[in-house]
T-cell receptor, first 126, second 106 residues
């Protein structure tokens, strides 16, 4: 059973860099997309971006100028950098697997986020 | 693509039939998933491809729709179903979520 474990600093000052890493256990890195999602306190989910096993990325346009997602396939890890941070970046950050699998219908695949980390609460405060 | 969920909040009793709607600002075919998030917990997928039940999810949950209008139905609300529900489109980037529907006990 695939598990995701993430780590990184939980308290940052404005203008610093948020860095989180997510490790994949008991599963293949290939064939899926590896995502970052965040949730401000008391609010909904916001998609940050994703990376595949070839290192191809997609980002939320609202964050694109500040976000970098990278991958280390040898370690089965992927990372999120967000810089510079402000108080508005205070949130719980999750990594998640976007499962991509064949449906049996030609040209149609199933897409869904089926494995999530426990999340890291990141607070940005001076 | 923007996803609008309605209602944003609903109060219901155990045993009630509950329906949540998710409307997309443009067509997403059936590339839509539903998630449940309980307080302090991680989101869990309930439905994908608009109507396919994730393994292990109770059959009282069902999804329907295609294009721009989707529904999540709970046929008989149970105490453990009180939570916030989110839709997400996987048709294009950015992979947006709806604003959420909080289901509370009446």
């Amino acid at each position: 059973q695939v598990q995701l474990q993430q780590w990184g600093a939980g308290l940052l000052k404005p203008s610093e860099t948020l860095s989180l890493t997510c490790a994949i256990y008991s599963g293949s890195f290939n064939g899926n997309y590896w995502n970052w999602i965040r949730q401000p306190p008391g609010k909904g989910l916001e998609w940050i971006g994703e990376i595949d096993d070839r290192g191809s990325t997609n980002y939320n346009p609202s964050l694109k100028s500040r976000v970098t997602i990278s991958v280390d396939t040898s370690k089965k890890q992927f990372s999120l950098n967000l810089s510079p941070v402000t108080a508005a970046d205070t949130a719980a950050y999750y990594c998640a697997r976007l499962n991509v699998r064949a449906s049996g219908w030609p040209g149609y695949h199933y897409y869904y986020m089926d494995v999530w980390s426990k999340g890291t609460t990141v607070t940005v405060s001076s | 693509i923007q996803l609008t969920q309605s209602p944003s909040f609903l109060s219901a009793s155990v045993g009630d039939r509950v329906t949540i709607t998710c409307r997309a600002s443009q067509g997403v075919s059936t590339y839509l998933a539903w998630y449940q998030q309980k307080p302090g917990k991680v989101p869990e997928v309930l439905i994908y491809a608009a109507s396919t039940l994730q393994s292990g999810v109770p059959s009282r949950f069902s999804g329907s729709g295609s294009g721009t209008e989707f529904t999540l139905t709970i046929s008989s609300l149970q105490p453990e179903d009180f939570a916030t529900y989110y839709c997400q489109q996987l048709y294009s980037h950015p992979r947006t979520f709806g604003g959420g529907t909080k289901v509370e006990i009446k």
